[in-house]
């Protein structure tokens, strides 16, 4: 989520027009009436209405590019770069949650081809040095600009220099269908640009040859090939390695066939699909006749979600190895895919002058290069050690006297089995009575509860106009300030259905605005889920799970809302990467274990813990018993605290590990033995309890790699930063208003308009961070406190 303006490209590659996985952009200002279409947008009546949508997107743009050819000021070139974001990327986000949610597959398929021609249109505007040096002019002209204007105009000219514009000194020639190896040939002669001439040339080949992507990838890269660019063909692989990696996933699963059938247990039996062995043995029943029996058995497809409940709930060990080393061994086509995007990633980030893609990456963030986040990772890695070392003894122990063994080492498919089964021994946990006072509404109110609260806005339903919806399920909520009006809409879309986007997201509609002194373009979000059971919101029950993951994206959408800067180039979660996750944080906090690798949206699991989702002061105000209208007990929240903090140092270091994982991979270049499942074992051994399988590589599944490479750090710095700003400015009392005035206007309300240092100071004062190196490091002083850390903290400080 770095602070870019315009963000369409491939995984890997950097842009200036391209988009991010978790903040899609802003949109023009469009007025919702009773002749609206689709989110509001008066063209997406139809599904063919994507087709003007984007004509007219693509004619008001070239119209701002004229007139910021014509030598305005600072002020005005700003503005209207903004203006091109703003009108561009309506498209980009209405098509991507179409794409992700409607459920007619004709508004899907307009969806993408709109996301696929807007998509070159963003490259064109990546490459146009009209703009580029109108950027150049304003920044030299801009001490008389406000601050976030500077900000803006300094950001812009970096973001187009991380795409490679000052690279080469001329315009790109222009595609035409029939001039595709004038393309590859300038290209290969320049070295430069090749990562949005190869994504549209690509496009365009696709389109042309109309063949699917893997047919036209092979004949693409052949012809490539044959004229030596092997620089730009390698680097092609950055457009592609995204959704080939997630298909490689979806379409080589891996399976185990256990037999008989009562080794799989009944709560599980609806994961699997029975079957018959194909040897037959003689039976004689009681009459004396013969026949044939065929063994029944199950057959486990080891998708991420599956693996996870069988290492669970399964207390086969046999099977739960199986199934382990089944799914940590596919797909194996993504061994290949990740060694080459490593590849190509280390070759554009040498291109663009740094030694590595990890410095490539973390430069426009907080911590500033890999050094910084190296030190922070090591110090946390040892700051959990010892007391990780305590738990897997103790969690050894206990297995082996589940198991009435004297010895007896503890395998990575154990872990999660016995660490269920100890928390539920310790605190006598029963999941059905957890999920009673967590009725889908009664969350839902919660969530109100928290906005009353902290920042005096209630959300209240409003009617949707015609073909504004997608779904007769979903609802649309304003949220209402008693003095300031509309603050913003929120659409929610809460349930489960065939072909729907798989997890729980925050989508952005419209970020925020200034769009004169007396008008402001409101933020409009859409929170989607996919809530399980009965549409009737008081009879879906969530567990605790569900719970924080929705008060998670809860927190996003609240970033985005509560977000009054003057340019949607900054508005809401519009913020470098290290920064961008602290507000959700302090709705929750996250840590995964390794059985479970994925979320249902194909994102990292969570097994969420902490703040305003775990505050009994907190859930006491919405967790009501769903028949009786009882209130949560608090000695059932504390179980569930004790619970969620039984192995939270084991937790934690798995998430140092996956960090550090991430920031070797892409680091130095070339890894040693050039082996990434070496590397990987490598650092598992020396940072975590767990052993690793041979022939085993976890990392073809972790998608991180791909959307957030050598970024994944930022969640723990985002975790650290959160403790610190509970601690000292929530905790006392989490809903009082004087907190949510100092939340709002210090911190959210900025979204990426300031620099993410100066707003940290202002909402908590010096200690929060420390400068390392040039770089931006988080203080760790109270996660230490918060996880019962604090002499390993002190004794590290002091040998320091």
């Known amino acids: 989520m770095s602070a870019v303006m315009w963000r369409i490209v491939s995984s890997g590659s950097s842009s200036i027009f391209r988009q991010s996985k978790r903040n899609r952009l802003a949109v023009t200002v469009r007025t919702f009436s009773a002749t609206s279409g689709l989110y509001g947008f008066p063209h997406l009546k139809t599904p063919k209405g994507f087709q003007p949508f984007v004509d007219e997107a693509i004619q008001r743009s070239e119209e701002l590019i004229r007139y910021i050819c014509t030598k305005h000021p600072a002020a005005e070139i700003m503005r209207a770069m903004d203006e091109i974001s703003d009108t561009v990327c309506c ?62 105009v300094r950001n812009l000219r970096v973001d187009f220099e991380r795409g490679g514009i000052h690279l080469y000194p001329v315009e790109l020639p222009t595609f035409d269908g029939n001039g595709m190896l004038g393309w590859i040939a300038k290209a290969k002669k320049m070295q430069l640009a090749f990562i949005r001439m190869a994504a549209m040339i690509m496009h365009q080949f696709c389109s042309l040859r109309k063949k699917t992507l893997e047919s036209s990838w092979k004949d693409f890269t052949m012809i490539i090939q044959r004229l030596g660019g092997r620089i730009i063909a390698s680097l092609l692989f950055l457009h592609k390695s995204s959704p080939l990696y997630n298909e490689n996933i979806v379409m080589e699963p891996g399976s185990v066939d256990i037999y008989p059938s009562s080794r799989i247990p009944k709560n599980l039996h609806y994961l699997a699909k029975p079957i018959h062995s194909s040897e037959s043995s003689t039976t004689k029943d009681l009459s004396g006749s013969r026949g044939t029996l065929k063994e029944k058995g199950f057959r486990i497809t080891t998708d991420p979600q599956t693996v996870a409940s069988v290492l669970q709930f399964s207390s086969d060990d046999k099977v739960r190895k199986m199934v382990y080393i089944q799914g940590n061994s596919v797909p194996q086509a993504n061994v290949d895919v990740l060694k080459r995007l490593i590849s190509a990633r280390h070759e554009l980030a040498q291109i663009m002058g740094c030694s590595s893609y990890t410095e490539f990456s973390i430069k426009p963030n907080m911590a500033l290069s890999p050094k910084v986040v190296m030190s922070f990772l090591l110090e946390m890695s040892k700051m959990v050690q010892s007391k990780t070392n305590e738990e897997h003894k103790l969690l050894t122990k206990f297995k082996r006297e589940k198991c009435g063994q004297n010895d007896g080492d503890l395998r990575p498919w154990d872990e999660t089995y016995y660490m269920t089964m100890m928390k539920s021994s310790a605190y006598k946990l029963n999941a059905s009575i957890v999920g009673s006072y967590f009725s889908l509404a009664n969350c839902i109110e919660g969530l109100k509860v928290l906005v009353q609260s902290l920042f005096g806005a209630t959300f209240h339903s409003i009617p949707l106009a015609p073909n504004e919806s997608w779904d007769p399920q979903v609802l649309k909520l304003s949220l209402h300030h008693p003095e300031e009006g509309d603050l913003g809409y929120l659409y929610l879309d809460l349930y489960s259905r065939k072909g729907k986007y798989p997890g729980c997201a925050h989508f952005a509609i419209k970020g925020g605005r200034r769009i004169s002194q007396t008008e402001y373009q409101l933020p409009i979000v859409a929170l989607v889920c996919n809530f399980s059971g009965s549409q009737n919101p008081s009879a879906v029950r969530l567990n605790h799970w569900e719970v924080e993951t929705l008060f998670h994206e809860f927190g996003h959408a609240l970033h985005s809302l509560l977000s009054r800067t003057d340019y949607q180039h900054f508005s809401g979660t519009r913020a470098v990467l290290d920064f961008a996750e602290i507000p959700s944080n302090l709705f929750e906090q996250a840590s995964t274990d390794e059985g479970m690798v994925f979320r249902r949206d194909g994102k990292l699991s969570k097994d969420y813990v902490r703040y305003y989702a775990w505050d009994y002061r907190v859930l006491r105000k919405f967790a009501k018993h769903y028949s009786t209208g009882e209130e949560i007990p608090q000695k059932l929240v504390e179980s569930m605290q004790g619970a969620r903090d039984m192995f939270a140092a084991t937790e934690l270091q798995r998430q140092i590990f996956y960090a550090l994982v ?45 959307n957030y490479g050598a970024g994944y750090y930022s969640y723990l710095y985002a975790k650290c930063f959160a403790a610190t700003i509970w601690k000292k400015l929530c905790q006392e009392d989490p809903l009082s208003p004087t907190t949510g005035f100092a939340l709002r206007t210090k911190f959210l309300q900025h979204g990426g308009a300031r620099e993410p240092a100066a707003l940290l100071n202002d909402l908590i004062g010096d200690g929060i961070y420390r400068y390392h190196d040039g770089g931006i490091m988080p203080d760790i002083s109270c996660l230490c406190d918060e996880m019962k850390l604090v002499e390993e903290y002190r004794r590290q400080v002091h040998l320091v």
Not at 105 to 113: D, I, M, N, Q, T
Request: a negative charge; one cysteine or more.
């Open 662 to 706: 991430d920031q070797t991979l892409f680091g130095e270049q070339p890894l040693p033995h050039d082996d990434i499942s070496s590397v990987v074992a490598e650092l598992k051994r020396e940072h975590t309890n767990c052993e690793h399988v041979e022939g085993t590589h976890w990392e073809t599944r972790f998608n991180h790699l791909l």
């Open 91 to 152: 498209v980009v986000d209405s098509a991507e949650l179409c794409r992700h949610t409607h459920p007619d597959r004709e508004f899907v398929e307009e969806a993408s081809k709109a996301s696929m021609r807007i998509n070159e249109y963003l490259h064109y505007l990546n490459t146009n040095h009209d703009l580029y040096g109108a950027v150049k002019k304003a920044e030299q002209e801009c001490h008389m600009l406000s601050e976030e204007a500077q900000r803006g």
